[in-house]
């Protein structure tokens, strides 16, 4: 099996959590006016059919595009960063969002919300 783009190690998630924790972690938590969430999970199950739905509804899509967003509709998690994502095309070279088409959001936050890596 290849190995995909991207792919890094333990040490190289903490090193990127640290990174966030030192540089945005206190404007986050001051914005959110609590400790702010820290992580989105998705099962495996839920990825693989939100994967198969947007290949069906765009047989051309070639990826997904993850967005931090802020959820402001529910009141227990008003404020708090989320991470959503959308199916991408490509169009004339470059890798763009498919315009119209379904995403997915709510997934379930870390335990704490504020936890960090490794949970």
Same mark, same amino acid.
């Given at each position: 099996?290849?190995?995909?783009?991207?792919?890094?190690? $333990? $040490?190289?998630?903490?090193?990127?959590?640290?990174?966030?924790?030192?540089? %945005?972690?206190?404007?986050?938590? #001051?914005?959110?006016?609590?400790?702010?969430? %820290? #992580?989105?999970?998705? #099962?495996?199950?839920?990825?693989?059919?939100?994967?198969?739905?947007? @290949?069906?509804?765009?047989?051309?899509?070639?990826?997904?595009?993850?967005?931090?967003? !802020?959820? !402001?509709?529910?009141?227990?998690? @008003?404020?708090? *960063? *989320?991470?959503?994502?959308?199916?991408?095309?490509? @169009?004339?070279?470059?890798?763009?969002?498919?315009?119209?088409?379904?995403?997915?959001?709510?997934? $379930?936050?870390?335990?704490?919300?504020? #936890?960090?890596?490794?949970?």
């Amino acid at each position: 099996m290849p190995t995909p783009k991207g792919m890094i190690t $333990a $040490a190289q998630a903490q090193n990127l959590n640290d990174n966030w924790t030192n540089l %945005r972690s206190r404007a986050n938590d #001051s914005a959110a006016g609590k400790p702010d969430n %820290r #992580s989105s999970w998705y #099962s495996f199950d839920d990825l693989q059919d939100f994967l198969n739905i947007i @290949k069906g509804d765009n047989p051309d899509v070639n990826g997904v595009r993850f967005y931090l967003g !802020t959820e !402001t509709s529910l009141i227990d998690k @008003k404020g708090l *960063t *989320t991470i959503f994502m959308v199916p991408t095309v490509e @169009k004339d070279g470059i890798t763009r969002d498919i315009p119209g088409a379904r995403g997915m959001d709510r997934g $379930a936050e870390g335990d704490p919300p504020e #936890s960090g890596y490794p949970q």
